[in-house]
């Protein structure tokens, strides 16, 4: 099976701006987690869809939003760019929701804010 | 704040000589899953331990879990550069979301 692909792999932005992430989990798994990483705060957990549902959601402004579609790909927006949103997005897939089975990571979103 | 908390935050081992890392958590657990990153990559799934278990095998890894006492190890026998990166612990909930832990930076000196 293909692993979960995440689009673009790079990108830049300007302060103020907005940007949508793309994640393609793996087939057949229907839960979809996205974390941030930085060298200050490690990987914290925005939020996690399950069947286009909301599951989870991480303690971040509500500049951080998602959705996930039908097939189970998913995506996240942010708004109004901040400096302090560059970082390593990473989404995860697994077959079910929460904390109960093994997440598998995509090789990330690297966002970098001017 | 990060329920899983690794140590040491660095390590630095000779090749062939054996990495253990630890991992301490703050409430019940499901499961404890173990992860690799290599330089700022996605991270790579090592091997899932449920609370219900004790020690756990896969290749050159072992894994351990004391529930009495919140802990978790990582142990890489016989290490290789290839081995040189991020070690990071997850804990999962039944209906929550995995805590990562800060990670610790293993570095395998050839």
């Known amino acids: 099976k293909a692993g979960v692909t995440q689009t673009p792999r790079y990108l830049i932005k300007t302060r103020g701006q907005q940007v949508t992430l793309s994640c393609s989990p793996i087939?057949?798994?229907?839960?979809v987690s996205w974390y941030q990483q930085t060298p200050g705060q490690g990987l914290q957990f925005l939020f996690e869809?399950?069947?286009?549902?909301?599951?989870n959601k991480g303690n971040f402004p509500g500049r951080f939003s998602g959705r996930q579609f039908s097939n189970s790909r998913s995506e996240m927006n942010v708004s109004t760019l901040e400096l302090g949103d560059s970082a390593l997005y990473l989404c995860?897939?697994?077959?079910?929701?929460?904390?109960?089975?093994?997440?598998?990571f995509g090789p990330g979103t690297r966002l970098l804010v001017l | 704040s990060q329920q899983g908390e690794e140590d040491p935050q660095a390590l630095s081992i000779q090749e062939g000589e054996n990495a253990t890392m630890n991992c301490s958590y703050k409430?019940?657990?499901?499961?404890l899953q173990w992860y690799r990153q290599n330089s700022g990559r996605g991270l790579v799934h090592l091997i899932l331990?449920?609370?219900?278990?004790r020690e756990k095998h896969s290749g050159r890894l072992r894994v351990t879990l004391d529930t009495s006492k919140k802990s978790s190890s990582l142990l890489i026998t016989a290490s290789r550069a290839a081995d040189t990166a991020s070690y990071f612990c997850?804990?999962?909930?039944?209906?929550?979301?995995?805590?990562f832990g800060p990670g610790t930076r293993l570095s395998v000196l050839p």
């Open positions: 409430t019940s657990i499901n499961n």
């Open positions: 331990i449920r609370s219900n278990e």
């Open positions: 087939s057949g798994h229907r839960s």
């Open positions: 995860a897939s697994s077959p079910y929701p929460g904390g109960e089975e093994t997440q598998y």
């Open positions: 997850a804990t999962g909930g039944y209906g929550q979301n995995f805590v």
């Open positions: 869809y399950f069947s286009e549902t909301q599951r």
